[in-house]
């Protein structure tokens, strides 16, 4: 059989068949699978709903399948790639087993045998979120080893058995053992190295319960740890009744136990990471004097033990970040000193006193910065508040007492030793945490609270207005340098308040001067030199003032501005009408007329070096208010030489501002204007 003409012979090949078998097997496998996708895309949604119930897996993939022999002639269908589920990372899972429907495999296609499947693999992020999401495979491995089980969150019932019972029978313990010494003292029912043996003997047990408990681990630990504590303040006990009521050690045996008693809690505290501990062996530091008191004023011994606990608290704030420890120590040490205080205090004790009044206040004005001074980290609010009543307490128990044993302004020395404390803190902030701006801003204050308490301990007067003046400018620099809003505005006040205080107290009052007759009572020379000096001082604040905040402040900076020249020409005015009254009573209104022309002078040139209208406004307003008081008032009242004085030096001074606006009209005029000027001739030349 032949083909028709024009076709080609047509060859039959016997593997057509398959091969068209396999593209369409091939193309269904493509469909099924963009479905799979679909449905894992729904998947992966649904698991992100629930993600914050998903518990972390920890299995291990299982074998992979053998591969299996495909005949010859054959071509092997490869397995789809493994399937992975991938949570949103917007939340951390918790660790535990993944959750049932993100667990269990989706339904195989009917080409793949159930051995050929691949291994399904679950992706979870990471609990750090920084790094890539780690492929975690779904299968069972060992559980992990098991963690300490967390708090009853339970019924009230379970927390108050474990919790409140169990510190309720501890202080009970302890007052038990406190009232059994003291009865065992008075009725002498065991001699007094046997009651002191004992008591180092039940703390010593309640140590080793405690231990015991906390190896156990579980619920049982946090049993064990308040036993501990238990022990330590038992021990506390013995230590300060064997030196105190039965005097068996002496003095330094009693301090030396003590201070190991401290240590060994404050290692205690630290190894099992317990506040609690630290917190029971402070309370219980504190109580064993007050429970163990003979009624005797023994208060170099009373201070001496308050001042090794309070060691302990600074030497654990640097290690722990408990601010417990630090308010319990600060309340437990100014009760019990206030208490001495009140009642024993003369003024026979007063050096001993005073230096451990000063001690405590040293204490807890760095205790409470002392975790961020060596782990240079940012301080907090609440340790600064207590340093600033620590400081207040400490400075008015010593204001008063060295007000009644000497001269009360040697309480001076003492607050400028505060102010020092105080600044080196602030010198040591700035050096370890420079981006630490508001401790620093904080003990940089208190130094300066301190500085300002010194002025009117130390200083009267007028001295105030200078020591003040002085650290107000020195405050606003500090501000501005710390880019603190607060301290800045702080500054401002302080300088507006103390300069009103001078023009309306120090000048009227101190330095004499009587505005009705505008002169100084009862003469010119009078304190003339510390008048000089405040007067110096306080205007010198101002223009510094005003030039700190020129910068970045443009509104401050020129009301201070404003109020230096003001103050500026009126001082002077002052001055120089006072001193003509005293020496020269016939040239007074010459004298001041020609300090106003002087001054005004004084402002066209500013006006014209800095491009300030306004100053050569005010110029030439004050010549002519100068030029009126001349004519009108001075030709009336002074004699016929300061007359020509006047009006020459009024006259000379007009005639020189004029040629000022002559010689830089070019300043004064926009540019285009200056050029026509210069272009076109006087119109008499024209002409």
């Given at each position: 059989m032949t083909a028709p003409h024009g076709d080609q012979p047509t060859n039959h090949d016997p593997a057509d068949p398959l091969r068209d078998a396999l593209q369409g097997l091939?193309?269904?496998?493509?469909?099924?699978?963009?479905?799979?996708?679909?449905?894992?895309?729904?998947?992966?949604?649904?698991?992100?709903?629930?993600?914050?119930?998903?518990?972390?897996?920890?299995?291990?993939?299982?074998?992979?399948?053998?591969?299996?022999?495909?005949?010859?002639?054959?071509?092997?269908?490869?397995?789809?790639?493994?399937?992975?589920?991938?949570?949103?990372?917007?939340?951390?899972?918790?660790?535990?087993?993944?959750?049932?429907?993100?667990?269990?495999?989706?339904?195989?296609?009917?080409?793949?045998?159930?051995?050929?499947?691949?291994?399904?693999?679950?992706?979870?992020?990471?609990?750090?979120?920084?790094?890539?999401?780690?492929?975690?495979?779904?299968a069972d491995s060992a559980p992990p080893p098991a963690a300490p089980p967390p708090r009853a969150a339970g019924s009230p019932e379970l927390h108050i058995g474990q919790k409140w019972l169990l510190f309720a029978g501890i202080i009970i313990t302890v007052l038990g053992v406190g009232y059994f010494l003291k009865l065992a003292f008075n009725n002498n029912w065991i001699p007094a190295i046997g009651r002191v043996a004992m008591a180092y003997l039940l703390g010593g047990a309640f140590l080793g319960v405690g231990e015991w408990f906390r190896r156990k681990g579980g619920e049982l630990l946090r049993f064990g740890l308040p036993?501990?504590?238990?022990?330590?303040?038992?021990?506390?006990?013995?230590?300060?009744?064997?030196?105190?009521?039965?005097?068996?050690?002496?003095?330094?045996?009693?301090?030396?136990?003590?201070?190991?008693?401290?240590?060994?809690?404050?290692?205690?505290?630290?190894?099992?990471?317990?506040?609690?501990?630290?917190?029971?062996?402070?309370?219980?530091?504190?109580?064993?004097?007050?429970?163990?008191?003979?009624?005797?004023n023994s208060y170099l011994t009373l201070f001496t033990y308050l001042t090794i606990l309070n060691l302990g608290v600074v030497w654990l704030s640097f290690y722990q970040r408990w601010g417990l420890l630090n308010i319990l120590g600060f309340i437990f040490t100014w009760l019990i000193f206030s208490g001495w205080h009140f009642r024993w205090y003369d003024d026979t004790m007063f050096w001993p006193a005073i230096i451990y009044l000063n001690i405590f206040f040293v204490i807890y004005a760095v205790a409470p910065y002392a975790y961020f001074f060596r782990h240079q980290v940012a301080a907090q609010l609440g340790g600064f508040s207590l340093s600033v009543i620590n400081s207040f307490i400490a400075f008015g128990f010593a204001y008063g007492m060295i007000k009644h044993h000497t001269d009360y302004p040697a309480a001076s020395i003492l607050s400028v030793c505060y102010a020092g404390v105080f600044f080196w803190m602030a010198?040591?902030?700035?050096?370890?945490?420079?981006?630490?701006?508001?401790?620093?801003?904080?003990?940089?204050?208190?130094?300066?609270?301190?500085?300002?308490?010194?002025?009117?301990?130390?200083?009267?007067?007028?001295?105030?207005?200078?020591?003040?003046?002085?650290?107000?400018?020195?405050?606003?620099?500090?501000?501005?340098?710390?880019?603190?809003?607060?301290?800045?505005?702080?500054?401002?006040?302080?300088?507006?308040?103390?300069?009103?205080?001078?023009?309306?107290?120090?000048?009227?009052?101190?330095?004499?001067?009587?505005?009705?007759?505008?002169?100084?009572?009862?003469?010119?020379?009078?304190?003339?030199?510390?008048?000089?000096?405040?007067?110096?001082?306080?205007?010198?604040?101002?223009?510094?003032?005003?030039?700190?905040?020129r910068k970045n402040f443009a509104d401050e900076s020129r009301v201070f501005t404003v109020v230096?020249?003001?103050?500026?020409?009126?001082?002077?005015?002052?001055?120089?009408?006072?001193?003509?009254?005293?020496?020269?009573?016939?040239?007074?209104?010459?004298?001041?007329?020609?300090?106003?022309?002087?001054?005004?002078?004084?402002?066209?040139?500013?006006?014209?070096?800095k491009r300030h209208a306004v100053c050569r406004y005010l110029a030439i307003g004050l010549f002519a208010v100068t030029a009126l008081k001349v004519i009108i008032g001075d030709m009336a009242h002074v004699s016929t030489p300061f007359r020509v004085l006047a009006c020459v030096v009024l006259g000379l001074l007009l005639i020189g501002a004029s040629y000022l606006y002559y010689r830089y009209s070019d300043v004064l005029l926009p540019k285009e204007k200056a050029a026509d000027r210069r272009a076109d001739p006087p119109a008499d030349h024209q002409s």
């Amino acid at each position: 059989m032949t083909a028709p003409h024009g076709d080609q012979p047509t060859n039959h090949d016997p593997a057509d068949p398959l091969r068209d078998a396999l593209q369409g097997l091939r193309a269904q496998i493509d469909a099924v699978q963009g479905a799979l996708h679909d449905s894992l895309g729904k998947l992966s949604n649904a698991v992100g709903d629930v993600e914050q119930q998903l518990p972390r897996p920890l299995m291990t993939p299982p074998a992979a399948p053998p591969e299996t022999h495909v005949p010859a002639g054959q071509e092997k269908i490869a397995p789809p790639p493994p399937l992975t589920v991938s949570a949103p990372a917007s939340a951390p899972a918790p660790a535990g087993a993944i959750p049932p429907a993100a667990a269990q495999p989706p339904p195989l296609p009917p080409w793949i045998s159930p051995s050929e499947a691949p291994p399904l693999t679950v992706n979870l992020p990471r609990e750090d979120k920084t790094g890539p999401q780690q492929e975690i495979p779904a299968a069972d491995s060992a559980p992990p080893p098991a963690a300490p089980p967390p708090r009853a969150a339970g019924s009230p019932e379970l927390h108050i058995g474990q919790k409140w019972l169990l510190f309720a029978g501890i202080i009970i313990t302890v007052l038990g053992v406190g009232y059994f010494l003291k009865l065992a003292f008075n009725n002498n029912w065991i001699p007094a190295i046997g009651r002191v043996a004992m008591a180092y003997l039940l703390g010593g047990a309640f140590l080793g319960v405690g231990e015991w408990f906390r190896r156990k681990g579980g619920e049982l630990l946090r049993f064990g740890l308040p036993l501990i504590g238990c022990g330590v303040v038992i021990l506390y006990f013995s230590s300060f009744a064997a030196y105190q009521v039965y005097h068996l050690v002496n003095q330094g045996t009693a301090f030396g136990l003590m201070a190991l008693i401290t240590a060994f809690t404050g290692i205690l505290s630290l190894k099992y990471n317990s506040k609690a501990i630290a917190v029971v062996g402070l309370v219980g530091g504190f109580v064993t004097p007050l429970l163990l008191s003979t009624g005797e004023n023994s208060y170099l011994t009373l201070f001496t033990y308050l001042t090794i606990l309070n060691l302990g608290v600074v030497w654990l704030s640097f290690y722990q970040r408990w601010g417990l420890l630090n308010i319990l120590g600060f309340i437990f040490t100014w009760l019990i000193f206030s208490g001495w205080h009140f009642r024993w205090y003369d003024d026979t004790m007063f050096w001993p006193a005073i230096i451990y009044l000063n001690i405590f206040f040293v204490i807890y004005a760095v205790a409470p910065y002392a975790y961020f001074f060596r782990h240079q980290v940012a301080a907090q609010l609440g340790g600064f508040s207590l340093s600033v009543i620590n400081s207040f307490i400490a400075f008015g128990f010593a204001y008063g007492m060295i007000k009644h044993h000497t001269d009360y302004p040697a309480a001076s020395i003492l607050s400028v030793c505060y102010a020092g404390v105080f600044f080196w803190m602030a010198r040591h902030l700035h050096r370890c945490q420079p981006a630490n701006k508001r401790s620093l801003i904080m003990t940089l204050a208190m130094g300066l609270l301190f500085l300002t308490i010194t002025v009117p301990i130390l200083f009267k007067g007028h001295w105030l207005t200078v020591f003040w003046l002085a650290e107000g400018a020195i405050i606003l620099w500090a501000a501005l340098k710390l880019e603190s809003p607060r301290l800045r505005w702080t500054a401002i006040g302080l300088l507006t308040v103390v300069f009103i205080k001078f023009l309306t107290l120090d000048y009227p009052i101190r330095f004499g001067f009587a505005v009705e007759q505008f002169r100084y009572l009862p003469s010119y020379s009078a304190n003339w030199l510390s008048r000089y000096f405040t007067t110096a001082v306080a205007l010198g604040a101002m223009y510094a003032a005003a030039r700190l905040l020129r910068k970045n402040f443009a509104d401050e900076s020129r009301v201070f501005t404003v109020v230096f020249g003001l103050a500026l020409f009126g001082l002077l005015t002052a001055e120089v009408s006072g001193c003509c009254a005293d020496y020269r009573p016939d040239g007074r209104a010459a004298a001041v007329s020609a300090w106003w022309s002087i001054f005004a002078i004084a402002l066209i040139i500013s006006g014209f070096i800095k491009r300030h209208a306004v100053c050569r406004y005010l110029a030439i307003g004050l010549f002519a208010v100068t030029a009126l008081k001349v004519i009108i008032g001075d030709m009336a009242h002074v004699s016929t030489p300061f007359r020509v004085l006047a009006c020459v030096v009024l006259g000379l001074l007009l005639i020189g501002a004029s040629y000022l606006y002559y010689r830089y009209s070019d300043v004064l005029l926009p540019k285009e204007k200056a050029a026509d000027r210069r272009a076109d001739p006087p119109a008499d030349h024209q002409s």
